[in-house]
């Protein structure tokens, strides 16, 4: 197998949103069998100078979809919205995943090399990477930064998560051992 930015962009981005995706439905049925709002899950923080789970998600979300849309030659895209349902983060999550699904691999080509330009807002200042550099030391960290959180921001809450549940994603490499 040989490793593109693509597949590492794709195939890293699609699997853990559907796992974060199964993490907030297992946080609304959470909110259901203790009988109380989910919207207190949505609106949750780990701390009070921290987002809430709402803005976690669309951010994970965003970096994942910027990174896309950057490796691919298109520009950045403008993080926004205002999730206020789990349902809500939900088809945020799928729309992200096939906004990314629908990128053609063709577009990644040179994006290793591919000059990138990210403006800091309010430092009259840019961030200049190369594809490679924006995949591993911007989007993926910011990524797995929001995803953690709002796992993070579930098991704070009480939802019955554990690793496990974080990690489900990888089960597709579990096999038989060998005897």
């Known amino acids: 197998m040989s490793l593109s930015l693509h597949s590492l962009a794709i195939e890293t981005f699609v699997p853990t949103l559907r796992t974060l995706s199964k993490l907030l439905d297992m946080g609304a049925a959470h909110a259901a069998e203790k009988k109380f709002d989910p919207t207190v899950l949505v609106q949750a923080c780990l701390a009070p100078d921290m987002l809430p789970l ?24 403008t993080y926004g919205g205002n999730d206020v349902t789990i349902d809500e983060m939900k088809v945020r999550i799928e729309q992200t995943i096939e906004f990314m699904r629908s990128t053609p691999v063709a577009a990644f080509e040179g994006a290793e090399d591919r000059e990138v330009v990210i403006p800091v807002t309010g430092y009259e200042r840019d961030f200049h990477l190369k594809g490679f550099e924006l995949l591993r030391d911007w989007s993926l960290p910011h990524f797995y930064f929001h995803y953690v959180t709002a796992y993070d921001i579930l098991c704070h809450n009480g939802v019955l998560i554990g690793k496990r549940d974080y990690m489900s994603h990888i089960s597709q490499y579990i096999r038989p051992r060998a005897v």
């Open 54 to 77: 709402a803005a976690q998600v669309r951010l994970a979300c965003h970096h994942a979809r910027d990174a896309t849309s950057r490796l691919a030659g298109k520009g950045g895209t």
